[in-house]
């Protein structure tokens, strides 16, 4: 009983990522799916605009950060992990993390 609880929660955890690329929001710029494909970038880009060693991300046009993700996943930017992270993205998810990390405003505190 309490084995397959676990087996049900872990290959729940595991097919939530594969979802997130099938989901219902196929919307331009969808900003409630920028939010949770968010949870993924903010484990390394401070929410807070803060540079910590890597860049922030927060408070720009549109379409200048789609300008950037472009420039990642043709390799026109060099850094690979962004190259991976950036390539498995579709246009509509980077247009709603575009619409997300947008919205965001710099906090100025520190
Ligand atoms: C494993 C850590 C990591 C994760 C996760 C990550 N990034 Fe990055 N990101 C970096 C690093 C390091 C750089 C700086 C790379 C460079 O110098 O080109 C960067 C750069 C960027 C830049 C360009 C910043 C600039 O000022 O030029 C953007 C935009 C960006 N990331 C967006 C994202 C988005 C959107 C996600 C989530 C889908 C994400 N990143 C997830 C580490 C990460």
Redesign the pocket.
């Known amino acids: 009983m309490r084995s397959r609880t676990a087996i049900a929660v872990a290959v729940a955890a595991l097919a939530a990522p594969a979802m997130a690329g099938a989901g219902p929001a196929r919307a331009e710029g969808d900003k409630a799916l920028g939010e949770y494909?968010?949870s993924?970038?903010?484990?390394?880009?401070q929410i807070t605009g803060h540079y910590e060693?890597?860049?922030?991300?927060v408070g720009?046009p549109d379409a200048t950060?789609i300008a950037?993700?472009d420039e990642?996943r043709s390799k026109k930017?060099?850094?690979p992990?962004?190259q991976t992270?950036?390539g498995r993205?579709s246009a509509a998810?980077?247009a709603s993390?575009a619409a997300y990390?947008g919205s965001l405003p710099h906090q100025q505190a520190k």
């Open positions: 494909l968010s993924e970038c903010v484990t390394c880009h060693g890597i860049p922030p991300i720009w950060f950037i993700m990642y930017r060099s850094n992990i962004m992270i950036a993205l998810e980077v993390l990390f």
